[in-house]
C-alpha cells in the first residue's frame, strides 16, 4: 500500500509539474527567421505551413513522425502541405514523382511508403523508369506515370518550386514555412520535438495579426 500510494503521488506530481511548465518561448533571429520580403501564400483565407523538403534527405524522414503528431491536432484554420525542393538534377526527379503523383490521385497512398522504400529499404532507384515502376503498386501504369511526370501541371510546379524555394532563403531540408513570413530547421528549433510547438508559436503570431 505505502508503494502504492508513493506512486500515486509520483504520478499526480509529474502531472502538476507538466501542466504548470511554461510554454517554450522562440526568438526571432534565433529560433525562427523572417522572411523579407513577405511571399504570397496559397491557402487562401487559411495560415499555410510548408514543408520544404526532399524524399532523399534522411533529416526530412526523422522529422516526419513529429510533423504527423503536430498535424493531429491541427487547427481548422491552418493549412499544411509539403513542398518538394527541386534545385538539382535529383532533387527535381523525385519532386517531379511527387508531383505527378499528386496529378494522379495517388499522393495520399504513396507518399509515406516512398520515404520508407528509400530510406528503411534502401531502394537503389537509379533513374526515373524505376521510379515509375515502384509507383504502378498503386495502381497507376509506368506509362501514365511517366506521362504525368513531364506534363505541364507538373512542369509548372516544379518552375514554381525553384522560384519559390530561393525567395523564402531555404538553403536546406527540412525547413518550415509558416504564411510565407517565417522559416525555421530543425536546427534552429532546437530539436524534432520543438518543431511542432514552433508552427504553433508562428500560426498564432499570424492568427493575432490578422484579428488585429
Known sequence: MRFLLAALFTLVAHMAYAQAAPAPTFELGK?????????????????EVLEVFMYTCHH???????????KAT??????????????NGGAEA???AFYAAEVLGILEKSHEPLFKAIHKEKTPFK??????QWFTQF????EAFLSAAQSFAVNTKITRSQQMVPRWGVTGTPTI???GKYRFDVSSAGGHANVGALIDFLVAKERAAKGA
Open 31 to 47: 529560433h525562427y527567421f523572417a522572411i523579407d520580403p513577405a511571399q504570397p501564400t496559397s491557402s487562401g483565407d487559411k495560415i
Open 60 to 70: 526530412c524522414y526523422d522529422l516526419e513522425p513529429f510533423l504527423d503528431k503536430w
Open 74 to 87: 491541427k487547427a481548422a484554420d491552418v493549412s499544411y502541405s509539403p513542398f518538394p525542393a527541386s534545385w
Open 94 to 96: 523525385f519532386a517531379r
Open 127 to 132: 533513374s526515373m523508369d524505376e521510379v515509375a
Open 139 to 142: 495502381g497507376v501504369t509506368k
Open 177 to 179: 514555412i509558416v504564411n
